[in-house]
């Protein structure tokens, strides 16, 4: 998502919007339940965050230690968004990417697809129903792709390995509580739209990271003429105000 500042405070960090005073929270996992207590001290009024993160590059979300997080955020006007560091996503047994280039192309899009199963086929969405979820600054275009294979990888052994799935991936996803974000010139943002449908899926302005185009990816994405004007002021406006409940 956007990120403009960052500062730290009692031991999270704080993300700033651009062009406006709403902030979210970046919560640390190494203690899940400080981290809940953090989250609850940074949407209450003391900070005024519209919302927390957790990063992708960590260990697997779908983890019971996690827990704590997502029962305090189950609570009204409190969502999570997912979101990578864009760092190297090297472990034991994989030879780390050598440059720079090569790891900013996999780590977010690998980073989420990694959560994201996790998440789901750890059964989170049931276990806390009322979470709201977001992947963030991987795009979009891997999201129909993705939730085909793990529509196939739940119709063929979910019997046995995700019992409590009671229906597939992608229609948790079309349920209204997990949403994805987008870059302003995805070729296949049309498919994804039709896939998840288009109250799934805002905007991103990467501002204030070295590779971002706002200003002008706003005007890219208004002037689509493949996104009918429902599409646009959707993505570009009603679904992000939704997810973070401002109004």
Same mark, same amino acid.
């Given at each position: 998502?956007?990120?403009?500042?960052?500062?730290?405070?009692?031991?999270?960090?704080?993300?700033?919007?651009?062009?406006?005073?709403?902030?979210?929270?970046?919560?640390?996992?190494?203690?899940?339940?400080?981290?809940?207590?953090?989250?609850?001290?940074?949407?209450?009024?003391?900070?005024?965050?519209?919302?927390?993160?957790?990063?992708?590059?960590?260990?697997?979300?779908?983890?019971?230690?996690?827990?704590?997080?997502?029962?305090?955020?189950?609570?009204?006007?409190?969502?999570?968004?997912?979101?990578?560091?864009?760092?190297?996503?090297?472990?034991?047994?994989?030879?780390?990417?050598?440059?720079?280039?090569?790891?900013?192309?996999?780590?977010?899009?690998?980073?989420?697809?990694?959560?994201?199963?996790?998440?789901?086929?750890?059964?989170?969405?049931?276990?806390?129903?009322? &979470? +709201?979820? !977001?992947?963030? @600054?991987?795009?979009?275009?891997?999201?129909? %792709? /993705?939730?085909?294979?793990? $529509? *196939?990888?739940?119709?063929?052994?979910?019997?046995?390995?995700?019992?409590? &799935? +009671?229906? !597939?991936?992608? @229609?948790?996803?079309?349920?209204?509580?997990? %949403? /994805?974000?987008?870059?302003? $010139? *995805?070729?296949?943002?049309?498919?994804?739209?039709?896939?998840?449908?288009?109250?799934?899926?805002?905007?991103?302005?990467?501002?204030?990271?070295?590779?971002?185009?706002?200003?002008?990816?706003?005007? *890219?994405?208004?002037?689509?003429?493949?996104?009918?004007?429902?599409?646009?002021?959707?993505?570009?406006?009603?679904?992000?105000?939704?997810?973070?409940?401002?109004?």
């Amino acid at each position: 998502m956007s990120i403009s500042l960052l500062y730290p405070t009692r031991g999270l960090m704080m993300q700033f919007l651009p062009g406006a005073d709403w902030t979210v929270a970046l919560l640390p996992l190494q203690d899940p339940e400080a981290a809940a207590q953090e989250r609850e001290r940074a949407v209450g009024c003391e900070l005024g965050a519209v919302g927390g993160m957790l990063s992708a590059d960590c260990d697997l979300l779908g983890h019971k230690q996690v827990d704590p997080i997502y029962a305090m955020a189950q609570r009204p006007g409190m969502p999570l968004g997912i979101h990578a560091s864009g760092s190297d996503m090297g472990s034991p047994g994989w030879e780390p990417l050598p440059k720079f280039i090569q790891a900013h192309i996999c780590s977010h899009a690998l980073a989420q697809m990694r959560q994201f199963t996790s998440m789901m086929f750890d059964r989170v969405p049931v276990r806390f129903p009322e &979470l +709201t979820l !977001a992947f963030l @600054e991987a795009g979009s275009g891997w999201v129909p %792709y /993705f939730l085909q294979r793990m $529509d *196939e990888e739940w119709e063929k052994r979910g019997h046995t390995e995700a019992k409590l &799935l +009671t229906k !597939a991936p992608t @229609e948790y996803v079309r349920s209204g509580r997990i %949403y /994805f974000s987008c870059e302003a $010139d *995805e070729p296949l943002l049309p498919q994804a739209l039709q896939w998840v449908g288009d109250e799934r899926i805002f905007y991103a302005s990467d501002f204030a990271h070295w590779d971002h185009s706002y200003p002008t990816s706003v005007r *890219e994405l208004s002037e689509r003429a493949d996104l009918s004007d429902t599409q646009k002021r959707r993505i570009l406006a009603d679904n992000a105000r939704r997810f973070y409940k401002l109004g």
